[in-house]
């Protein structure tokens, strides 16, 4: 049994706690005692030990994070024990949040042993509960049970929840297999697949292919770009989740027999590339992200409003030279490409609902670093340190293991601003 | 109706009626009965022997008497300790060592056990575990000769234990109402398990119950052959033709305790040895060569003889194959397709 | 199941029963019916009315109030060449008669080795609605249902009160026949003749995609009330009257669990080591378990003795009401 990691009561009325700092990260060893996490209180800010010895592992809070009290943010699995879904674990805290009373403000206060008992005892920490029906469904379907949200009796899932959620993504898979997709070259073994960003689409590699064809590495494999819903010539589809996205993705490779793939993914598409890489069932050779979303808090928020709003080219040239330390990079094609993708009726309003949902306010309304940490291909990233859309202080969250590139005088846009080094970085994974 | 022992020249007027042979071969069965009672017991406390059994042993005359002017369109049932019944009619000793053994070969197959004993083919219906269990069974067969239309009887043997369950009393009241074919025998040998049929029994004469159900009743020396026999030979041929049931109380004494596990708490060294002077075979074997109807000599060979059987009996009972496990469930039904241990059917 | 060309007329329940015995007891000597009251008063449920009059005596035989050894002397008869069909007056009365049921019919053959048959049948009239209170209604099919040697069956229609019958006088091995007081004046269509219908095999009532409902002798009937009903509120369910305890018809409960995903077995003995409790556990052990899309339920009689008062005893088994909201529930998704 995993011991789990609250966010504990340190004060008398505390109800939530925001955390300003982990010293761990998934996957570290802790000894039990040993520095977890600080988290901020009213008072002061609190150092929090580990009521455990092994691996932390599905760390759900991070820094900045305000959660209430009794929330599980981690846990700790002794050497060699199954993880489960993160699900489970969230499930198992919040039926029945162990009450935590610390004595004094220095005592970390942690759940006792016959408290995590009397909880598991209590049906909370059963795992997922699911009918037979709706089990076998899932197999079959090679979907996971904690992707699904249960409508029965102690939110047992049955299989109509199983047959909305495949419905679900296979509509979304379905309409993604009308994904629009470019041949930039066909090749024998792996597939390279290109996923853009925010906003652009899959021309926007052109630039890179070329580079890349340059390089001369790249004689034998395919490149695939992939235009995302709501992108270049796919339809506006409304997808609401990353898993969604990569799941239309995938839909793609499949139709395109796609056997294996290395993907690179830039800025939002390094998200649904991450994503993608964790839960495809085409194989995954290798992950390359260029300026990848989802590793720090925020982005420019101003910068995508501007992008999607912009009346006028000049307004709109002006906004896309935000992506790049080099003006000179953004030239009249490339302003007019990204102007036709917008003036594509619809476009700006599926524009505005997805920036909406992803970034709003300026916040990532989402997280790779854990899928980052439970991927075993090679993940390079590749960061330019002038980037004024997700600086480049991201990247350090990143975990020591993934390589990182980090070019000088580059903006947002390594791959054309950069073109030789990023081919070379990708040819690299080849290998 | 009190039994006379009418002599003529000494000798008991039924043992002129009946053919020479069939003394000698009644003398014989009862030496067989005693023999393969005692080999039984041997094998038991040798441990090749599975379960416990009931001997016996001192009940012979009895046993034969009561059968030995049956054929094979006549039923028997019988008791818990019937392997004297069963010889009595006819049953092979390999067959029945075979049984003991759980044997494939057995007359069950090995699914029955001592307690089981039965070849329905000629006429024995079996012997019973439950005390009590054959008389309704026994009753049920004499209906079904009366409405085939058949002069058969049926012999039912109890002991003095049963004649207080209601199925005694259920079933002498049907066979008296009927007026079927069917002679009650209660082997009386003053125990139940351990109770005494004084304590248990309300009447001092078991055949006493006869009256309240309108039946002829008598109680005769269970251990002389030639009382039984004529006991036997009038309520057989009042059955035969029409006149109904009969009970016959047999006093007698069984030597051994009731079952192998028995410690004879209950009864005196001096009660089993003074039945043990009124051994039945000894009794019977004086008379026939009192009578002239055999020597000496034909007596050892007739011992002998029984031995080789019963030498031959064990042979081919411990060489015999032992069931298949996967034949565990086969016979539950007839007919039925072959179901699995747990009744599902293959 | 093969008729003759035969007109459609309508019999009841007791009266199919008297017709099988009829054509029975004219079809095969051997056949003879012994009970207690069934001669010339005609059976406490009426259902022997003329036979005696027919067959006479010694085919029809009325006996003492003695069950143990009157069902014995069924099994004796059986062994020996005769055909019995043996009347309880009552299911509760086969206590007495325990012993010669399960300890002799159920084991001469295995005992025995095979080399005997016993070919009887027992009949008993059971359950409870007439206010015959504790001692006289209750449903004990269960405790045979456990017991092998024996075959058992609950007929809930006339048409199969008949054709059982008929196979059961047919078939070599003792058949428990448990017959529900309250049908025997229910009526149905029963072709005329010799017919028969299979033991061990269930019948479908009713097909049905939202849910299975298994269920036996009376409630089957009840069943397909309640079908009525669900099928106002949208919900299609698919009945199926076992028909046989033992053996039971596996296979057509699995294929149709299979087919709706959800279960309710309904059953009037008590619910607790009833025959629900097997038909659950068949499902589980079987293909059908990846099937299921809820738990499966048990609707059975109360735990306690029937009583007299006519609410208590109502409320004591299972109504159509009990099952019309079992099956909203279940399909529902609120079990």
């Keep these: 049994m995993p011991t789990e990691v609250i966010l504990p009561r340190v004060d008398m009325d505390m109800t939530e706690g925001s955390i300003t700092a982990w010293y761990v990260n998934e996957g570290d060893s802790v000894k039990q005692g040993e520095p977890l996490f600080d988290i901020e209180t009213s008072k002061a800010t609190m150092e929090i030990e580990s009521p455990a010895s092994g691996i932390v592992r599905n760390v759900t809070a991070s820094v900045g994070d305000t959660v209430p009290v009794g929330t599980v943010i981690a846990w700790i699995y002794a050497t060699g024990e199954a993880v489960r879904e993160p699900e489970d674990a969230i499930e198992a805290a919040t039926v029945q949040a162990p009450e935590v009373v610390s004595a004094t403000a220095d005592a970390p206060a942690v759940p006792s042993a016959r408290e995590l008992a009397t909880a598991s005892s209590r049906g909370a920490n059963v795992g997922t509960r699911a009918t037979p029906a709706a089990r076998h469904l899932a197999r079959e379907g090679g979907v996971a049970l904690a992707e699904i949200s249960g409508s029965g009796p102690l939110g047992r899932i049955v299989k109509n929840d199983v047959l909305a959620f495949v419905q679900r993504t296979t509509a979304a898979a379905g309409r993604s297999a009308r994904l629009n997709r470019i041949w930039l070259q066909r090749g024998n073994a792996a597939t390279i697949v290109l996923v853009h960003g925010f906003a652009a689409e899959s021309n926007s590699w052109r630039p890179l292919w070329n580079a890349m064809r340059g390089a001369g590495m790249f004689a034998d494999v395919g490149v695939l770009a992939i235009d995302l819903p709501g992108h270049g010539k796919s339809p506006d589809d409304d997808m609401s989740s990353l898993p969604e996205i990569a799941h239309a993705i995938e839909a793609v490779l499949t139709d395109e027999q796609v056997e294996q793939a290395h993907l690179v993914g830039h800025s939002f598409g390094g998200a649904v590339a991450t994503q993608l890489a964790a839960s495809s069932r085409v194989p ?21 409003n501007g992008v999607t709003r912009a009346n006028d080219r000049a307004a709109l040239k002006a906004w896309l030279e935000e992506l790049v330390q080099d003006a000179t990079f953004i030239d009249e094609a490339f302003v007019a490409t990204a102007e036709q993708q917008l003036a594509r009726p619809g476009r700006r309003e599926a524009l505005e609902r997805m920036a909406n949902v992803y970034f709003r306010d300026g916040r990532l309304r989402f997280d790779i670093t854990a899928l980052l940490s439970s991927l075993y291909v090679p993940v390079r990233v590749v960061w330019g340190a002038a980037d004024r859309i997700l600086p480049i202080a991201h990247a350090d969250r990143l975990a020591g293991t993934i390589a990182q590139h980090r070019l000088a005088g580059v903006g947002h846009l ?17 290998r | 109706m009190e039994c006379v022992e009418d002599k003529v020249d000494g000798t008991p007027a039924i043992l002129r009626r009946v053919p020479e042979s069939a003394l000698r071969d009644a003398l014989r069965k009862m030496i067989l009965v005693r023999r393969f009672e005692e080999s039984a017991e041997q094998a038991y406390m040798r441990g090749l022997i599975h379960g416990t059994m009931h001997l016996s042993i001192g009940q012979e005359a009895s046993a034969i008497g009561m059968t030995m002017l049956l054929n094979d369109d006549d039923y028997i049932t019988s008791t818990h300790r019937g392997h004297g019944h069963c010889i009595g009619k006819g049953a092979d000793p390999k067959r029945m060592f075979a049984e003991f053994f759980g044997k494939e070969t057995g007359y069950c197959h090995g699914r029955g056990g001592s307690m089981h004993i039965a070849d329905v083919s000629r006429g024995n219906l079996g012997a019973n575990g439950i005390v009590g269990g054959g008389l309704p069974i026994a009753v049920g067969a004499a209906l079904s000769i009366k409405k085939q239309g058949r002069q058969s009887v049926v012999v039912c043997f109890f002991g003095d234990g049963a004649n207080n369950e209601g199925a005694f009393h259920e079933s002498l009241n049907f066979a008296a109402i009927w007026k079927l074919p069917v002679v009650f025998v209660c082997e009386n040998n003053r125990y139940g398990m351990s109770m005494s049929v004084e304590r248990s029994t309300a009447v001092s004469h078991v055949s006493q119950r006869a009256a309240a159900y309108d039946m002829p009743g008598a109680t005769i020396d269970g251990n002389r052959l030639s009382d039984v026999l004529q006991a036997a030979a009038d309520a057989i041929a009042r059955a035969r033709n029409g006149g109904g049931p009969t009970l016959i ?8 305790g009731h079952s192998k596990s028995d410690r004879n708490r209950y009864r005196t060294r001096e009660e089993i040895e003074s039945w043990g002077a009124r051994d039945p075979i000894t009794l019977f074997e004086k008379q026939l060569l009192e009578c002239g109807f055999i020597d000496a000599a034909a007596v050892q060979v007739m011992r002998a003889d029984v031995e080789d059987e019963i030498k031959a009996a064990l042979d081919f009972a411990q060489e015999s194959p032992s069931p298949e496990v996967g034949e565990l469930t086969r016979d539950v039904y007839s007919g039925a397709p072959e179901l699995t241990r747990q009744g599902v059917s293959q | 199941m093969n008729t003759a060309m035969s007109e459609v007329r309508e019999l009841t329940y007791a009266q199919a029963i008297n017709e099988a015995l009829a054509i029975a007891l004219e079809r095969d000597e051997s056949v003879f019916l012994m009970g207690e009251d069934i001669g010339v008063y005609g059976g406490a449920f009426q259902v022997t009315g003329g036979l005696y009059e027919r067959f006479g005596p010694e085919r029809v035989m009325d006996t003492p109030i003695a069950e143990l050894a009157g069902a014995g002397i069924a099994v004796g008869a059986a062994m020996t060449g005769s055909r019995p069909v043996y009347e309880f007056q009552f299911s509760d009365f086969a206590t007495l008669a325990m012993e010669q049921i399960v300890n002799q019919a159920a084991k001469m053959r295995y005992m025995l080795g095979g080399g005997v048959s016993v070919p009887v049948v027992m009949r008993f009239p059971a359950g409870s609605g007439t206010g015959a209170a504790a001692q006289h209604s209750q449903s004990l099919e269960a405790w045979f249902a456990h017991v092998p040697g024996l075959k058992v069956v609950q007929p809930s229609t006339p048409h199969d009160a008949k054709g059982l019958l008929l196979a059961a006088l047919d078939d070599p091995d003792p058949v428990m026949i448990f017959e529900h007081k309250l049908l025997y004046k229910s009526k149905g269509v029963v072709p005329e003749g010799y017919y028969v219908e299979p033991l061990g095999k269930a019948v479908m009532r009713r097909q049905g995609a939202d849910l299975t409902i298994v269920a036996t002798s009376i409630m089957s009937v009840r069943a397909l009330e309640a079908a009525e009903t669900l099928a106002h509120d949208g919900i299609d369910a698919e009945v199926l009257d076992l028909r046989s305890i033992r053996p039971i018809d596996r296979q057509a409960i699995i294929d149709s669990v299979q087919k709706t995903s959800r279960l309710i077995c309904v059953y009037e003995g008590v619910q607790q080591l009833g025959i629900g409790s097997e038909i659950a556990a068949i499902v589980s052990e079987s293909e059908a378990f990846d099937a299921l899309d809820a738990p499966i339920v ?8 029937l009583p007299y008062n006519p609410q208590l005893e109502r409320a004591a088994v299972p109504q159509v009401a009990d099952i019309v909201d079992a099956a909203r529930r279940l399909v529902g998704g609120r079990i």
Excluded: H, K, M
């Design chain 1, 414 to 430: 390594p791959q054309i601003e950069a073109g030789a080094d990023v081919a070379r970085v990708i040819g690299e994974q080849l």
């Design chain 1, 284 to 304: 995954v050779r290798s992950l390359t992200l260029l300026a990848p979303a989802g590793i720090g808090e925020n982005c420019n928020w101003a910068f995508i």
């Design chain 3, 298 to 305: 048990r609707l059975g009689g109360a735990d306690c003795p």
């Design chain 2, 249 to 256: 109380e047999c006093e007698t004494y069984r030597i051994r």
